[in-house]
């Protein structure tokens, strides 16, 4: 491997780590393991993460593909809850019913981060046929058209160019982008390397690649978010909660604690300003353990968030109750979209094999 450039190394272990999961969902699935492993790993309900909900688009270079589900998949999934007579939640009830310690019937929830408009156009008209709530976490940046969604703007800037010239860490670099698959190796290595960044270096970085490929980096949170006004009706309806998501979808275990109070507070103050309703749930941009640990769960119960969401993967036990503000999250990925591995992941035997069969991961 030693000759093999680090960027390449990087795409060939996503593509493996791509594989080995759709092998491992599979063989979950053939095996039955799933059913045997259901009393273990099942918990008590889940809490499904999901963005962009749309049908498929055109064109093979499609590096953000993991972050959108169509239509059909939703439902195929609402379907299956139906079927196996799990509750489908708002976030109110999962606090409700982990506060009191009611495990009598399982349940699910639906939860969408960052407000796209799709969430609107898409997702709602299929919950509406299962009578189902949703929860949306609002980014108020993007909302108010002034974010900044910089992993759409890369794969922008990727895909209109042939080849992509960066500093990164002091050394000029030039990316190959002329094939979909030569794309992708590039959209992977500098992504990796802008999640590295601080906001500041991020958004430089990011701004400069838009001004040099011909991005309207701006637009994008237009394009594709709801604006307050958009926000307003749509929260209006009786299935629809709205969560906070922060104000600029920054990486908070990279602030300092005042930055990350503010985040939280001002991001909740400004939706419940905007739309005229409370605001008790929250989700850590990016949620993964790099972006979301011990303090940010300490601030945002200090916030007063009566519960907030990760990326981490897990189903919720009833242990989860002691940790409202780490709850774990399923992850509906578009590079996963068969209905076989359906009863896998509500069985649990999917986050459970992520995980290295532990339950419960809150620290
Ligand atoms: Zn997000």
New binding site residues.
């Given amino acids: 491997m030693d000759n093999i450039p680090d960027w390449q190394a990087t795409g060939a272990m996503k593509l493996l780590r791509n594989t080995v999961i759709r092998a491992g969902l599979e063989a979950l699935y053939f095996s039955g393991a799933h059913y045997l492993l259901r009393p273990i790993f099942a918990g008590v309900g889940a809490i499904f993460m999901l963005h962009h909900v749309r049908p498929s688009r055109e064109g093979e270079f499609q590096p953000n593909y993991h972050l959108e589900v169509e239509p059909e998949f939703l439902r195929a999934m609402l379907a299956h809850l139906r079927a196996l007579d799990v509750d489908i939640v708002t976030m109110d009830e999962v606090h409700q019913r982990l506060s009191e310690r009611d495990f009598e019937r399982r349940f699910a929830c639906f939860t969408l981060?960052?407000g796209y408009r799709d969430n609107r156009d898409f997702a709602l008209p299929v919950m509406r046929e299962f009578d189902a709530p949703l929860t949306i976490y609002v980014t108020s940046d993007f909302a108010e058209g002034t974010g900044r969604l910089w992993w759409i703007a890369l794969e922008m800037a990727i895909a209109g160019t042939t080849a992509i010239e960066v500093t990164v860490d002091g050394t000029a670099c030039r990316f190959d982008a002329a094939t979909p698959a030569a794309k992708q190796t590039t959209f992977d290595r500098l992504h990796d390397w802008l999640r590295t960044l601080n906001e500041h270096e991020l958004r430089r970085e990011v701004s400069a690649l838009c001004a040099r490929h011909g991005v309207d980096e701006a637009a994008i949170c237009r394009d594709l978010c709801m604006s307050w006004d958009e926000l307003k009706p749509f929260s209006a309806d009786p299935l629809v909660a709205i969560g906070a998501?922060t104000v600029t979808?920054c990486n908070l275990a990279a602030q300092s604690d005042e930055t990350v109070s503010e985040e939280l507070i001002k991001s909740r103050a400004r939706i419940e300003a905007m739309l005229g309703r409370p605001v008790a749930h929250l989700a850590y941009?990016y949620g993964d353990k790099a972006a979301a640990g011990a303090r940010e769960f300490a601030l945002a119960r200090a916030a007063g968030y009566r519960t907030a969401v990760t990326t981490r993967p897990g189903m919720v036990f009833a242990e989860n109750a002691g940790h409202l503000t780490a709850l774990p999250r399923v992850s509906l990925n578009g590079n996963y979209q068969d209905a076989r591995i359906l009863p896998v992941l509500t069985s649990g035997a999917a986050t459970a094999m992520w995980n290295g069969f532990r339950r419960v991961d809150a620290a």
């Fill in positions: 981060d960052d998501h979808h941009p």
